[in-house]
């Protein structure tokens, strides 16, 4: 077997087999296949494009290339979450505790954030001696005891992927449904769970700008669950706007313990219950997905999600006491207020750029060496649809660095759009896509 062969193949509009789809997903892994011929292979790719039996091999071929999690010692059907990212997204602090507080074992592989998406290791680290650092035994056991566990992704775990991805992310082949979809599913496949439920962003701070794109991701990523025996469900959510009200990390982290408290941000809240009702009804402890909403709503009201984060977090070494007394969560030097000069309705949120001026402040990473600051951050007073007044405080901005401050609360005032009437005809939730 030769790649000139497969390049010519695929480069023709033809459909390439299993054991071609192994063969170069394999030996380019080790090493044996050299940048230039994968890189015009991909560019075949993208332009011939993939079907569903295609993609779903290419997503296995990549699960194979590394270590597959053996969750079977985890009692119960194990359920992941995955997000594609988007800002102030914390969703799986608030799903976590609830889904597991209803006996769901979340055995969660999570990463850290590049650029304005924030990573949910990072935001857990805002609890001081919080560690994702553990043997696979005690992973399981964590998950088998409370019931939720997070660790971290690492190298062995669908090392084609990244390969995979260095070479897209340099060859303009990024924005390829059946690269994109298979790319995300073969870290959640080789991850172990049972089911998968992805929360697929769309709008303006979302890789998938419109509706139709990020259906067309859904559809994929589900096709290939169904394809290699994982039942998988997408949720089609906004990110039009910034998730909640904070975006940064020790900010959202507050967010999330105020939302399992019972007062957090509505849109959040109604994300976490969408989605997690997917779960509970995946993990078969719910019929239908009102009944699993109302025992997630139950979770809140007994307080039983609460408490189940404290066992999590101090399962994990972090100090736990900060969840009862959240001033203990590190803090920035500097808030400063962003005043609004107009009347108006906020009509949009430009949330990609509020995201990239909460990396500026510290709270993201431009790159894979940047240091995170988990004090400093955004939070927003004011969100789509609100009413403003010209002297109004739309955002808060939480700082270390005052001249950084200075452009952030420039900068924020010029992503925030004011019209004198806005209706919002943007959903929360666009749809869900099911295998059926």
Same mark, same amino acid.
């Given at each position: 077997?030769?790649?000139?062969?497969?390049?010519?193949?695929?480069?023709?509009?033809?459909?390439?087999?299993?054991?071609?789809?192994?063969?170069?997903?394999?030996?380019?892994?080790?090493?044996?296949?050299?940048?230039?011929?994968?890189?015009?292979?991909?560019?075949?790719?993208?332009?011939?494009?993939?079907?569903?039996?295609?993609?779903?091999?290419?997503?296995?071929?990549?699960?194979?290339?590394?270590?597959?999690?053996?969750?079977?010692?985890?009692?119960?059907?194990?359920?992941?979450?995955?997000?594609?990212?988007?800002?102030? *997204?914390?969703?799986?602090?608030?799903?976590?505790?609830?889904?597991?507080?209803?006996?769901?074992?979340?055995?969660?592989?999570?990463?850290?954030?590049?650029?304005?998406?924030?990573?949910?290791?990072?935001?857990?680290?805002?609890?001081?001696?919080?560690?994702?650092?553990?043997?696979?035994?005690?992973?399981?056991?964590?998950?088998?005891?409370?019931?939720?566990?997070?660790?971290?992704?690492?190298?062995?775990?669908?090392?084609?992927?990244?390969?995979?991805?260095?070479?897209?992310?340099?060859?303009?082949?990024?924005?390829?449904?059946?690269?994109?979809?298979?790319?995300?599913?073969?870290?959640?496949?080789?991850?172990?769970?049972?089911? %998968?439920?992805?929360?697929?962003?769309?709008?303006?701070?979302?890789?998938?700008?419109?509706?139709?794109?990020?259906?067309?991701?859904?559809?994929?990523?589900?096709?290939?669950?169904?394809?290699?025996?994982?039942?998988?469900?997408?949720? %089609?959510?906004?990110?039009?706007?910034?998730?909640?009200?904070?975006?940064?990390?020790?900010?959202?982290?507050?967010?999330?313990?105020?939302?399992?408290?019972?007062?957090?941000?509505?849109?959040?809240?109604?994300?976490?219950?969408?989605?997690?009702?997917?779960?509970?009804?995946?993990?078969?402890?719910?019929?239908?997905?009102?009944?699993?909403?109302?025992?997630?709503?139950?979770?809140?009201?007994?307080?039983?999600?609460?408490?189940?984060?404290?066992?999590?977090?101090?399962?994990?070494?972090?100090?736990?006491?900060?969840?009862?007394?959240?001033?203990?969560?590190?803090?920035?030097?500097?808030?400063?207020?962003?005043?609004?000069?107009?009347?108006?309705?906020?009509?949009?949120?430009?949330?990609?750029?509020?995201?990239?001026?909460?990396?500026?402040?510290?709270?993201?990473?431009?790159?894979?060496?940047?240091?995170?600051?988990?004090?400093?951050?955004?939070?927003?007073?004011?969100?789509?649809?609100?009413?403003?007044?010209?002297?109004?405080?739309?955002?808060?901005?939480?700082?270390? *660095?005052?001249?950084?401050?200075?452009?952030?609360?420039?900068?924020?005032?010029?992503?925030?759009?004011?019209?004198?009437?806005?209706?919002?005809?943007?959903?929360?939730?666009?749809?869900?896509?099911?295998?059926?």
């Amino acid at each position: 077997m030769r790649m000139y062969d497969l390049i010519l193949k695929k480069r023709n509009g033809h459909e390439l087999a299993k054991e071609e789809i192994n063969y170069f997903v394999s030996n380019y892994t080790k090493g044996s296949i050299p940048d230039y011929q994968v890189s015009a292979l991909l560019m075949a790719i993208f332009f011939q494009k993939m079907n569903s039996r295609e993609t779903a091999d290419l997503t296995m071929a990549m699960v194979n290339s590394g270590a597959i999690l053996d969750l079977s010692a985890i009692e119960g059907i194990k359920v992941d979450k995955h997000s594609t990212g988007g800002v102030g *997204d914390t969703t799986t602090l608030v799903l976590g505790p609830m889904v597991a507080a209803l006996g769901i074992p979340v055995a969660k592989m999570s990463g850290r954030g590049l650029g304005h998406t924030g990573g949910t290791i990072d935001k857990l680290e805002s609890f001081e001696g919080f560690s994702v650092e553990m043997t696979n035994e005690k992973f399981i056991e964590n998950v088998n005891t409370i019931k939720l566990a997070v660790g971290g992704q690492t190298g062995e775990l669908a090392p084609a992927d990244k390969k995979f991805y260095a070479l897209r992310d340099v060859t303009a082949t990024v924005d390829n449904v059946s690269l994109i979809a298979s790319s995300i599913m073969s870290k959640k496949i080789a991850a172990g769970a049972d089911c %998968i439920v992805l929360d697929v962003k769309v709008g303006d701070g979302a890789f998938m700008k419109t509706s139709e794109a990020a259906f067309e991701l859904a559809k994929e990523m589900v096709s290939i669950g169904k394809n290699v025996g994982r039942e998988t469900i997408a949720v %089609i959510s906004d990110m039009d706007q910034p998730l909640g009200f904070a975006v940064g990390n020790a900010l959202e982290v507050r967010e999330a313990i105020d939302t399992l408290k019972g007062h957090g941000p509505k849109d959040l809240f109604e994300l976490c219950i969408s989605i997690g009702s997917q779960m509970v009804v995946l993990a078969k402890k719910a019929d239908n997905e009102e009944e699993a909403r109302k025992l997630l709503i139950e979770t809140i009201e007994s307080g039983s999600a609460l408490n189940k984060l404290k066992e999590f977090i101090a399962a994990q070494g972090g100090d736990a006491s900060l969840i009862d007394d959240t001033d203990k969560f590190p803090k920035a030097n500097y808030i400063l207020p962003v005043v609004s000069h107009m009347d108006g309705y906020v009509a949009k949120i430009h949330a990609e750029n509020i995201g990239l001026i909460a990396m500026e402040l510290g709270a993201g990473r431009a790159t894979k060496e940047s240091v995170i600051d988990l004090s400093v951050g955004i939070v927003l007073n004011k969100k789509r649809g609100d009413k403003v007044s010209a002297g109004d405080v739309i955002a808060y901005v939480h700082a270390n *660095d005052t001249d950084k401050a200075e452009d952030a609360r420039q900068n924020i005032l010029n992503n925030y759009e004011l019209v004198k009437d806005y209706n919002d005809n943007i959903p929360l939730i666009y749809g869900i896509v099911k295998g059926e």
